[in-house]
């Protein structure tokens, strides 16, 4: 999976996450040995942590369920309207970001093509982004770039 990825995209993947936050006991070891740098498997966590495994970092990003879009839209039947996640998330979002005024603090998606790439979904998920990016001071990143930026600030120790 890792070659085909890379061979489509150009890269090599550095992270992952678990369908259903479904690991093994040998998970996360399996992929700080295949060179993965993060993992956003779990929900355990506010904010990124490191893990060891024979002297390799793997930063763990944990997400919460309530910004999993699964939640909301379900399969094969929606549980609520697009607008009505806008609102949670929007809830959420103005949390943390009157929290990270004093601590760091961040919002990772686990979004879904099938579920928030239909059209209303995506147009609801548009306009999140939208009043969101209107907030000063955000960082819009990948789960690599946040995890390298937290091993370079040594907030794992």
């Known amino acids: 999976a890792l070659s085909a990825i890379e061979k489509a995209s150009g890269e090599r993947p550095v992270g992952w996450r678990t369908p259903d936050s479904r690991i093994s006991e040998n998970t996360l070891q399996l992929l700080s040995e295949m060179g993965f740098v993060w993992d956003s498997s779990l929900l355990n966590d506010d904010l990124p942590y490191a893990l060891e495994f024979d002297q390799k970092v793997l930063v ?18 929606p549980l609520s309207l697009p607008r009505d996640v806008i609102t949670a998330w929007q809830d959420e979002f103005e949390v943390l970001y009157r929290e990270s005024q004093d601590h760091c603090r961040m919002l990772v998606l686990c979004l879904h093509p099938f579920l928030t790439g239909r059209p209303a ?8 982004l939208t009043w969101m990016s209107k907030f000063e001071g955000l960082w819009f990143a990948r789960c690599s770039d946040i995890a390298k930026w937290w091993t370079q600030h040594e907030y794992w120790i």
């Not at 763990?60 to 039947?77: A, H, Q, R, T």
């Not at 979904?121 to 999140?128: H, I, N, R, S, V």
């Open 121 to 128: 979904q995506l147009q609801a998920f548009d306009k999140f």
């Open 60 to 77: 763990e990003i944990p997400f919460s369920g309530l910004i999993n879009d699964i939640n909301f839209y379900g399969f094969p039947y």
